[in-house]
């Protein structure tokens, strides 16, 4: 069985939580703790295999406790927030930073009409977190760059050809989002398309969030938009994005894609269809193989194609699935996307 540990500091929520995670057979609430300072106690004691994790707590927020977990005894964590404020959205993505895995919205009692749909959704998250290897954080080392692998031959393909930048990203995307839009040079010269997975109801302070941590225009994409050089455009909730061969960006809620709307294959394949070699295809760390096809489909017409390497990705499973079907043209760190990226505005 999978061992939970809960950390909340409202005895109700807590008491919802471990309704809705022990029902199902595959996991078991080993303990529960009501500040930060008791989740550190309990990780030590109980060693459970995923964590739920407050942010607003007396002693200790959520924050300081990831971060501590992170650098001792690092283990998977679950953000469990209890509303999408833009404060509170905007302190789960600095949780994310610390090491976090994902944040959810807490699931609401059991009278509301979509309880057992979200409930579920926590069940799924918890259980596919709980397999994620994490790996111990040095809390003076975070923004510290690694070494970047990145091959010079790179350089000459990029800046020739590309009018525009799509990118798709789920498990552990936001800070590595962060890392790479803020490394690219204020006068970029393409727009940056993004589809990135968060549960709904997170993403207009997710865009809030992004725009202050990287200095870069930020936008929730809208309906036959045209993107500007040196903007970034995010899918928005319940929305695929794509782009039309008039560079006007369209968004379509037809069905979910691999059970996602957005969906990074819907973007890629637009991209393929309509820009063939004028286009850059990057797939970052993420579950699943949302985009791998598509991103192969990009390659096949041209495009160059970039997948995030193994050993710098929360989860490798869709770069390792565009890996595997030979999708990508190069394989980087963030640190080596960011300077090859960044070659472009050199070179002109």
Not at 211 to 220: E, G, K, R, S
Not at 283 to 301: F, H, P, R, S, V
Not at 307 to 323: F, L, R
């Amino acid at each position: 069985m999978i061992k939970v540990l809960i950390v909340e500091d409202s005895r109700v929520m807590q008491e919802l939580l471990i309704h809705i995670i022990n029902s199902d057979p595959a996991l078991n609430v080993v303990g529960k703790a009501v500040n930060g300072k008791d989740a550190i106690d309990a990780v030590k004691k109980l060693r459970p295999d995923i964590i739920t994790m407050d942010i607003n707590m007396p002693k200790m927020d959520g924050f300081e406790a990831t971060r501590h977990i992170m650098e001792t005894i690092p283990t998977p964590i679950i953000i469990v927030s209890g509303n999408a404020k833009a404060r509170e959205v905007a302190y789960s993505f600095k949780m994310l930073q610390a090491g976090a895995l994902a944040v959810l919205l807490r699931p609401p009692g059991l009278r509301y009409p979509d309880h057992k749909a979200e409930a579920g959704k926590l069940i799924e998250t918890l259980k596919l977190m709980s397999e994620i290897k994490v790996i111990k954080r040095n809390g003076r080392n975070l923004k510290k760059p690694a070494h970047p692998s990145f091959s010079l031959h790179a350089k000459q393909d990029f800046s020739s050809q590309s009018k525009l930048i799509a990118i798709g990203v789920s498990t552990g995307g936001p800070p590595l989002l962060q890392k790479i839009i803020s490394g690219l040079p204020k006068n970029f010269p393409v727009p940056l398309l993004i589809v990135q997975h968060l549960s709904p109801g997170f993403l207009d302070g997710f865009a809030e969030w992004l725009a202050l941590a990287c200095n870069f225009p930020i936008h929730i994409a809208k309906h036959n938009e045209y993107p500007l050089p040196g903007h970034a455009y995010l899918a928005p909730d319940g929305f695929h994005m794509g782009l039309g061969n008039n560079f006007r960006i369209i968004l379509s809620n037809h069905a979910p894609e691999n059970g996602l709307r957005p969906s990074v294959s819907y973007l890629f394949q637009s991209i393929a269809q309509n820009f063939g070699s004028s286009a850059t295809g990057i797939i970052l760390t993420g579950m699943g193989k949302d985009g791998a096809n598509e991103l192969k489909q990009m390659k096949d017409k041209g495009a160059i194609t970039i997948a995030q390497d193994k050993e710098s990705s929360v989860v490798h499973g869709m770069p390792g699935e565009a890996i595997k079907l030979n999708a990508a043209t190069h394989i980087f760190s963030p640190d080596g996307i960011i300077k090859y990226l960044s070659a472009f505005v050199k070179e002109e």
